[in-house]
């Protein structure tokens, strides 16, 4: 690899980047930029910042075109340093601005009213979040409407606490005598034969509600909270599903 370039090689950079180079100027760059490792990786940073000098046109500093001058107008040496340094910049500030809404994004899923919240160990043995305020347990405590069910073939059990909102329904499931490993979903049914995942979960291998467990962890129920779009006189009954297909446990809605 070679060494960084002089600051000449470094606008000619710039300048081509911005396709004001001559054709004598644009062959010789060319012939320089197959053997330049660094001008080639500062080329790619700065591919596509065509559309970008109209917005830059207007920094501080960047000069003002005289009457019956224009963008295309080629500018001098120093504007294109300013330039490629402006863009350089602005990139480097739109990645950082794109984490911040991955970042942002996130919290929003996991505060959004429709997510899957599960309480249930972790796999360190300890009790996870249930050591503490667990939402899901709280809200399926909260929420007064309560359907049981128990599947007579898998013996799993699901309570399913339910709330209508401006939105839908907000529903937590309490299950028990389940074992993993396994992927599951919290299934509503409409009256009108719709069907809308609630939420969705895995169940590690220790299992959740096993009365005869060794472990605190996995005697302990799980709980899982979502929403659907029915509101609560819309839906018929609620289903655990794995992903495979199979059905653990069927409510019947009140």
Known sequence: MQGSPSPSEHETVGAYALGILDDAEATAFEAHLAGCEWCAQQLDELAGMEPMLAALADLPGAGTPAIGESLSAK???RLVEKLVVEVSDRRAQKRRRSLYMIAAGVALVIGGPLVAVAAG???????????????????????????????????????????EKAWGTEAVVELKNVAGPNKCSLIAVGKNGERETISSWSVPEWGYGLPDAKTEQAKNPLYVQGGAAFTPNEIDHFEVMTFDGKKLVEVDAP
């Open 121 to 163: 160990g972790d796999d360190s043995g300890g009790t996870g979040i249930e050591a503490g305020v667990s939402p899901a347990k709280s809200a399926f405590e909260t929420l007064s409407d309560k359907v049981t069910g128990t599947d007579p073939g898998t013996n799993v059990t699901a309570t399913v606490a339910m709330g």
């Open 75 to 77: 500018p001098g040496p």
